[in-house]
């Protein structure tokens, strides 16, 4: 322990010496490591720590499959027979597919808020306590509508003050009375951000259909009992209901996964890409530091070899350089994680919604224990190699060159290692950033299959009992949409039941009149949309063929359907579909037939990845409903119809509220945020990679120009020109360059086709992007070579001979 401090404060004193050496090498090492510990602290808040709920390792999710897919809902029929037949779960529940709005009355104003429906079992399989009251009980299902509700901690706080007396007492939630039986400890991450919960009402008929599929269960597994063992009895229990109720459920199951997976899954393998990225970006510093360790270590040799003569062992040669490398290393990772401290803050502001556990991203022990480690590790592999190789320097001759610069070719050829080394380092971490933002790129000049400009959205909900019937459902809409339309500044108005990249998702069932399947149980699936007003017009979607909605297709009408381009060319691609038939399940026990009327464009409904969707729209006179989206197109900027819209509503209805403003634009930006994410890091990396490779190939040419002082001097003294020398240096960086970007392209090759998921219009082997990355690396090699060679130019031959 004496021998090690006596090293720890001699290499304290050896840096001090050289602030700008060290100064440069924990810099670089900052970079590095703070990269990797910001990164680092994101995989463990997602990927690593377990989920923030109890027995988290026993938690699966219950996908419903058949045979368009295997990521479906589950009917809530059939959740019932799970619940009541399985024999592996210790706790079975399950959750609404969506958060359904409720107005609050109580105040001058309604107050609307996010509602999740959940079934008795559900907040007990994640372990989740009660502040105050009660979880929900089997017999608060036995309604038709909900009775009792739960209230959310922060809604608890802002609405009642905190007080306890909540709960018993009855709140009017839309036109009926629900009573508070309990308030949540803490918001359920992950699954829901509602203000309310309420129970799974069974006895209504809409829960009583086995073909709408809206609920998404998740079960606590025993102790002892395997995913297998469980999935097994699934299985077995599916084909039961299948011989059951074959007309429904025919070809339907479940699929277990983890839960885990199930909730953080997606975002699994861009994490690890872009880990592995900064992994690359900490790999170059390493080289840089090695480089300035290489040159720092000749400029020595004498002190080392003064040192062996007096009887100093190789090991504890070597053991002083590293010790001093471990301070740097050491330096480097304290700033690194000053840096980390930043780059997470900014994660978190920029972070998309869709990347789970943000929120629990944190500098925690964990973090802080990877950081310590990547530091030994980085000490290591930076200052080993130096080390040896100092240690290896023939004592002789290092005392018969005395203080001449010449140095031996073998270490010309070490620093030429470490050139090409970091190049080819680079040359990936560019290719990997390159690809993203061309993806990126291409993403956000994608159409979308309508015009976001100019367009701003709201949802409303009609809720109070004068608006059960569907006429006055449809007399409150024509006279909203009337007003919208009369404000100043309005070009059109429109409504739909789910809109363009809000979340919102509906889909059913239904047959071809005039191509009945073989087999009566096949049917067809696809989007389901409700429209009313100038919905596509506002939006821009164009009408292909055929009419759109009108004024004459009411509720006593013929039913009439509109279908998108996509799903006419899916189902009815050699014919005409206008004056065909659908028969539609739109919920109760019997199908709607509709006649096809006309054709509009498809649109992205999702992402802006995706194909534009099959979908079918009907009018809202036909079919009316409680909660809608409306969509306004101004003349100029769509922000300032906010208010008077919300308004206009209150005038229409003050018992009626207005939420979720948003504009198209920032729906379809907010569609991109997760490429924009992945995008901006890569980019920052790659930035980040393609100046420490620039500084690095900068530090040593400069170092091999000092070293090569007398023989440039003596070059010009016999006749060269400084354009030959300037030759010569920058032929020498950029003949290195050319080997790193070479073996570069082949690294890139082999690494960038993990990226193929979540490229957008790009494959991995794109040439364009491998000749940019090419073109900016060997550029930036250029500049780098030129300053060090500019400088060798300069040499007086008088005076670098009469140095020497």
Known sequence: MGALLQDIRYGIRMLLKNPGFAAVAVLTLALGIGANTAIFSVIDAVLLRPLPFQNSSRLVWAWGKFSLGSQAAVSPADFLDYRVQNHVFERWGAIGLENMLFNLAGNDRPQQVKASLVTEGFLEALGLRLELGRSFLASDEQSKDPQVVILSQHLWKERFGGDSSVIGKRLRLDAGYMTVVGVLRNDVPLFSSADVWVPAPFLNEEMSSRRAHFLRPIGLLKPGVSLAQAQAELNTIADRIAKEHADTN?????????????????????????????????????VNVASLLMARNSARKKEIGIRKALGASPFRLVRQLVTESMLLALAGAAAGLLLANVIVDLLKKLGPGSLPRLS???????????????????????????????????????????????HPKSKHRVFNVLVVAEVALSFVVLMASGLLLNSFWRLTHVNPGFNPA?????QVSLVSGKYDEPASRQQFQEELLSQVQALPGVVSAGTISELP???????????IQEHPPAD??????????????????TMRIPLLAGRGFSTQDTANSSPVILISEPLAKQYFPAENPIGRHLEIFEGGSDFVKREIVGIVGGIKHFSLQENPRAEMFIPYSQNTMMRMNLVVRALGDSVSLAPMVRETVRKVDSDEATSSFLTMEDAVSSAAAGDRFNALLLGG???IALLLTAAGIFGVLSYLVIQRTREIGLRMALGAQPGDVLRVIVGQGMRLAAIGVSIGLIGAYATTRWMASFLFDVKPTDPL???????????????????????????????ALRYE
């Open 685 to 687: 990396f790659g930035g």
């Open 501 to 511: 990249f809000s979340g919102q998702a509906n889909d059913t069932f239904f047959k």
């Open 454 to 458: 100019n367009t701003i959205t709201c």
């Open 250 to 286: 025919t070809g339907w199951g479940l699929l277990l996964v983890p839960l885990q997976t199930a909730l953080v899954g997606g975002v699994r393998q861009a994490l690890l890409v872009i880990f592995g990225a900064v992994g690359l970006v900490l790999l170059i510093a390493c």
């Open 520 to 537: 009566p149980k096949e049917m067809n699936d696809a989007d389901y949309r409700i429209v009313g007003g100038d919905y596509f017009g």
């Open 360 to 406: 629990e991203v944190a500098l925690n022990g964990s973090v802080l224990l990877f950081t310590g480690g990547l530091a030994i590790l980085t000490g290591v592999l930076f200052g080993i190699w130096p080390a040896l190789r100092s240690n290896r320097s023939d004592l002789t001759q290092t005392f018969k060159e005395g203080g001449a610069s010449g």
């Open 769 to 799: 992007t491998f000749a940019a990355v090419s073109v900016a690396l060997v550029a930036t090699a250029f500049m780098a070579c030129y300053f060090p060679a500019r400088r060798a130019m300069r040499v007086d031959p008088i005076i």
